[in-house]
């Protein structure tokens, strides 16, 4: 299993569905995921997408800078993607921002497990 291939195809992925419509994203998530955004807590697909979706902007563009990936577990049933980069909202200024995967094997394929998201700023 190439690790950092499957960081970088999901990063890929997960970012251009953000871009292009932040509903996308539900398929990626389960009724047991979590996401901490901006230090508060959201669980479930739904409770996950409906934040998401209702975030103040209609436009976002994100630029990777860095992103790293290590297995989670010692099968490889679970991946930490660590993903650093500037996202620009409305055509605004860019802004830092990080944000951390845990992605959980189900069959062949992975789906989020635990999400953290975080601006950087000062």
């Known amino acids: 299993m190439d690790i950092t291939a499957i960081a970088k195809n999901f990063t890929e992925f997960y970012y251009s569905q953000f871009a292009a419509g932040r ?3 539900a398929p ?3 009724p047991h995921s979590m996401l901490t955004w901006e230090g508060k807590q959201f669980q479930g697909g739904s409770n996950i997408v409906q934040h998401l979706t209702e975030l103040p ?3 976002v563009a994100h630029k990777i800078s860095t992103f790293d990936a290590q297995p ?3 099968d490889m049933s679970t991946l930490l993607i660590n993903v ?4 620009r909202v409305d ?3 860019e802004l830092q921002f990080s944000q951390v ?4 094997k189900e069959g062949e394929s992975f789906y989020v497990l635990n999400d953290m998201f975080r ?3 000062g």
Request: glycine share 8%; net charge neutral.
């Open 84 to 87: 650093t980069g500037l996202l």
């Open 57 to 59: 902007f209609e436009k």
């Open 23 to 25: 509903q996308n994203l």
């Open 28 to 30: 990626l998530y389960r």
């Open 101 to 104: 995967f845990v992605l959980a």
């Open 72 to 74: 989670s577990s010692l």
């Open 91 to 93: 055509g605004d200024q």
């Open 119 to 121: 601006l950087n700023l």
